[in-house]
């Protein structure tokens, strides 16, 4: 086993979630992708060229279950879900043209402060996206 695949299963331990086959190759394929958000069918399709076979269902009950024990957050645009494995308060590109949700540095978008919350009103998270098209 390797030295990935023992923090693949410590982190889901971690997370309080047992690590099944399918959770373990799921998360490997997934924190070992680049700062772009994935949808499920994308997430499906990564791990189907990687010769991981699950099916779509599973994907999705998979990263629901990590959403709901904090591993990702889910960005919603356009009715469609995304999910990062960045937790933190995030910025993010949205390509509209090819819908690719990608993190980004409050140095690449200029913003970096944030207006107070109204009185009696506290902030649960930031998710900033600015969305890009083609001129």
């Keep these: 086993m390797s030295d990935f695949d023992e923090e693949t299963i410590e982190r889901l331990r971690k ?4 690590p099944t086959r399918q959770r373990r190759e799921l998360a490997r394929l997934l924190f070992a992708q680049s700062t772009e958000a994935v949808t499920a069918e994308s997430l499906h399709a ?9 099916s779509l269902a599973t994907v999705y009950g998979t990263l ?6 904090g591993m990702v ?3 919603s645009i356009d009715s469609r879900r ?3 494995t960045n ?8 390509f509209e043209d090819e ?14 402060e944030m207006p107070p919350p109204p009185e009696g009103r506290k902030v649960s998270r930031v ?5 890009l098209r083609r001129d």
Excluded: I, M, P, W
């Excluded at 998710?127 to 969305?131: F, L, P």
């Design 127 to 131: 998710d900033v996206v600015v969305r």
């Design 46 to 54: 990564f791990a189907a060229k990687n010769g991981v076979k699950v």
């Design 73 to 75: 957050r889910e960005v």
């Design 99 to 112: 819908r690719r949700l990608v993190g980004v540095t409050d140095a690449e978008t200029g913003l970096k």
């Design 15 to 18: 997370a309080g979630l047992r």
């Design 64 to 69: 629901h279950s990590f959403c709901d024990a």
């Design 82 to 84: 995304y999910f990062d």
């Design 87 to 94: 937790t933190g308060n995030r910025q993010y590109f949205y």
